[in-house]
């Protein structure tokens, strides 16, 4: 009998649930799979959301989102961890413990989810401090938007200049690696600002004038974490995951009232034709 092959391609997503589908855990779940691994999840929160907007928030029980981890990192294991919505310095302060016990040389991306992309706050000033002062240091990758970014330095992100200000100031806080996003930078092109401890990556595209914005987020940092499960290099992962939503926004299926999600099965759509 051979051998079976080391596995590769392992995802633990620890975030939030999103009933709409287009963000959060449902988001996650999809761009893993589509770029070829495997998602495992540790819910940490309910909500009821749509296109319009979050109308309401179920916090999950700490002890069941660490029973979560703990049954998916014992069992099955984890190349990456990426984390969303963790809307409390308690929860943030558990599930940096649990990571710490269960997988501490694991990679992590961090997505600190601060605000929806209809504006609705999602975490409280204290669970930022704990994610800057608990989740940042020692992670691959922390993916902000401009105005997260902010948030995290106390620096302003209103171009470039203040991304790369605020990326540097991310890798000074203890992050291996920090992509600004330029996304909330008003221009005809977004560029987005990726620094690590090898170098700096600047990445261009042309924005695309849609409301179909739901999740991107999400999907931007789920899409480095199945990538870098996969070995591959963060900025070649950065540049792919980049690609592939600049695609699934392209192809977004305009539904909702609001915030549309966008297309994450695009691939298989281009299969069809």
């Known amino acids: 009998m051979s051998e079976q092959p080391e596995p590769s391609g392992r995802v633990l997503i620890i975030a939030g649930s999103d009933s709409g589908g287009g963000a959060g855990i449902q988001a996650d779940l999809k761009t893993v799979t589509m770029l070829g691994g495997y998602a495992m999840t540790a819910i940490t929160a309910i909500t009821a959301q749509d296109t319009t907007g979050v109308h309401g928030v179920w916090p999950v029980a700490i002890d069941a989102v660490t029973a979560q981890m703990r049954a998916c990192l014992t069992d099955i294991g984890a190349d990456t961890i990426k984390t969303g919505m963790l809307g409390s310095a308690d929860l943030v302060e558990q599930v940096a413990e649990t990571l710490d016990a269960l997988a501490k040389d694991t990679p992590r991306i961090v997505d600190p989810v601060m605000v929806a992309t209809s504006g609705d706050r999602l975490v409280d000033e204290r669970a930022v401090s704990a994610i800057a002062s608990l989740m940042l240091p020692g992670a691959v ?21 203040g991304q790369r200000r605020a990326a540097e100031a991310l890798l000074e806080r203890g992050a291996k ?12 092109v977004i560029q987005d600002v990726l620094q690590t401890e090898h170098g700096e990556w600047i990445f261009e595209s042309p924005r695309i004038e849609t ?5 991107t987020g999400c999907t931007l940092a789920s899409g480095c974490a199945a990538l870098l499960a996969q070995d591959i290099a963060v900025h070649e992962a ?8 600049h695609e699934a926004i392209k192809q977004a299926p305009g539904l909702g009232q609001g915030h549309g999600p966008v297309a994450h099965n695009w691939a298989l759509s281009d299969q069809k034709n």
């Open 141 to 161: 990758l922390v993916t902000p938007n401009a105005p997260e970014a902010d948030v995290l330095t106390g620096k302003a992100v209103d171009g470039i200049n």
């Open 177 to 188: 690696g920090a992509l600004v996003k330029g996304g909330h930078v008003p221009g005809a």
């Open 211 to 215: 409301s179909s914005t739901h999740g």
């Open 238 to 245: 950065v540049e792919r995951a980049r690609d592939y939503l």
